[in-house]
């Protein structure tokens, strides 16, 4: 079974601070995503990684970043953190074209 | 208009009822998904279509791509299967998905 595993299942940070959050794969999967949930958003996207060191904006990139430099690990990065960036992280990944999505159990990120 | 539907946005039903959920889109796509999340919990991958019905279990998908509409259909519902089913579609030439808000459904013993 493919396992996507995020290092946080919980996480309180302070406004300015720089988080980082990581996801592993262990499928050898070319496609990884990370996710914001959102109660009335549903899931939105924030980055995407084809292969190592590519990626590509998703739809509310502003405020993140991304580092992919191995091909089983994405990382997520709060440059600063804010209050709005309160919410749930998903992380994901698949295999290329039209593939099943696999997702981590998510990091519940509360930025006080 | 968003460019994935789902409805209802909400579903109560009692253990044993079938239940139906339906999905449109507006974008050209080659399959879609059908995703399962528990309160609290991860997000499962239910299934993945591009044509016709599959069944997994008392799960059963169902997809019209020239009609561009899909339905998930649970027989014998029972309380386990509380939780919010969200439906994703990747345009073509695409891997990333757009996602339905979900339906959150809620069966009572």
């Known amino acids: 079974?493919?396992?996507?595993?995020?290092?946080?299942?919980?996480?309180?940070?302070?406004?300015?601070?720089?988080v980082f959050l990581e996801c592993v794969q262990d499928m050898d999967h070319e496609n990884m995503f990370w996710y914001r949930q959102d109660p009335g958003l549903g899931l939105r996207l924030i980055y995407f990684s084809y292969d190592v060191k590519m990626k590509e904006k998703g739809d509310i990139p502003e405020g993140y970043s991304v580092s992919r430099e191995k091909k089983e690990r994405f990382s997520l990065i709060l440059e600063s953190a804010s209050t709005n960036q309160t919410s749930m992280y998903l992380c994901a990944s698949s295999s290329r074209h039209n593939s099943p999505l696999h997702f981590g159990n998510g990091t519940r990120l509360t930025v006080t | 208009k968003n460019e994935v539907e789902q409805s209802p946005q909400n579903l109560t039903a009692q253990e044993g009822e079938f239940i139906t959920i339906n999905c449109s889109y507006s974008v050209g796509i080659s399959a879609l998904h059908w995703l399962q999340q528990h309160p609290g919990g991860g997000i499962v991958s239910l299934f993945m279509l591009s044509s016709g019905k599959k069944k997994h279990g008392r799960l059963i998908a169902t997809i019209n791509i020239q009609e561009k509409h899909?339905?998930?259909?649970?027989?014998?519902?029972?309380?386990?299967?509380?939780?919010?089913?969200?439906c994703a579609v990747p345009p073509y030439n695409t891997d990333k998905l757009i996602f339905g808000t979900g339906t959150r459904l809620q069966v009572f013993p």
């Open chain 1, 1 to 18: 079974d493919v396992k996507v595993t995020q290092s946080s299942r919980y996480l309180v940070k302070r406004t300015g601070e720089k």
């Open chain 2, 70 to 86: 899909s339905s998930l259909h649970i027989t014998a519902s029972h309380p386990r299967d509380s939780a919010v089913y969200i």
